[in-house]
């Protein structure tokens, strides 16, 4: 089944040491995007790709960082996690454009210590 | 400034009952909505969408919602709730054109009584 993926589920990390997440696709989907998610809070978008074109949101802070090396790869690279961090990160998919249908990955739970 | 409310914060019913959540937008023109619902610690699967056409919509796991212009709602509904609806919902919308991003309301918590 076509679907989106992210690796691992859980990832523990210490107070500034980098941390990356990763996120990989099947849907062969133009637009990926990564969302960070507080305990009972509504997802916050990060950042999306289209195609190999980075969109950074304006209050994305810059310890949050992308790479997209190719159509199915994504990564989210934190370069000093601080305990404000700690999240759900959500990687999501849509073919064409932000109105399009978005499809999600199970998401990773970062711990940070 | 757009946005997506969702009213109830949480929301208790007995498995078999009815239920409904309530979403009501706020948008220059008709956006696109969604419906997605999240289990504990897990990633947003989508229930349902509208784009245009018929306003009442169906989904999947027996979940429809209905647009209303008039009132600028998209509520979802389900007649008879099982113990395994028991999650997060979130209602969602964004415009046409893709310029605009995902929108999202703060969610309802569904809690299902056996």
């Known amino acids: 089944d076509a679907m989106v993926i992210q690796n691992p589920r859980y990832q523990v990390t210490q107070f500034g040491k980098p941390v990356t997440l990763s996120c990989s696709q099947t849907?062969?989907?133009?637009?990926m995007y990564w969302y960070q998610q507080k305990s009972s809070q509504a997802p916050k978008l990060l950042f999306h790709?289209?195609?190999?074109?980075?969109?950074n949101e304006a209050d994305t802070p810059d310890n949050f960082q992308s790479r997209r090396p190719n159509t199915s790869f994504c990564f989210l690279d934190i370069r000093s996690p601080g305990l404000g961090d700690a999240a759900m990160y959500l990687c999501?998919?849509?073919?064409?454009?932000?109105?399009?249908?978005?499809?999600f990955g199970p998401g990773t739970r970062l711990t940070v210590l | 400034a757009q946005s997506v409310t969702q009213p109830d914060i949480h929301i208790t019913v007995s498995e078999g009952a009815s239920l409904e959540l309530r979403c009501n937008y706020s948008?220059?023109?008709?956006?696109?909505l969604f419906w997605y619902v999240q289990s504990p610690g897990q990633g947003l699967q989508l229930l349902l969408k509208?784009?245009?056409?018929?306003?009442l919509v169906q989904g999947i796991k027996g979940f429809e919602a209905e647009f209303k212009r008039s009132q600028s709602s998209f509520n979802l509904r389900k007649p008879s709730v099982h113990w395994s609806d028991a999650a997060e919902y979130f209602c969602?919308?964004?415009?046409?054109?893709?310029?605009?991003?995902?929108?999202f309301g703060k969610g309802t918590k569904l809690t299902v009584n056996p």
């Open positions: 999501a998919t849509s073919r064409r454009d932000r109105s399009d249908t978005q499809y």
């Open positions: 790709y289209y195609d190999k074109d980075f969109n």
């Open positions: 509208y784009f245009s056409g018929d306003t």
């Open positions: 969602a919308a964004t415009l046409e054109g893709g310029s605009e991003k995902l929108v």
């Open positions: 948008y220059g023109a008709t956006p696109y």
């Open positions: 849907l062969n989907h133009n637009v």
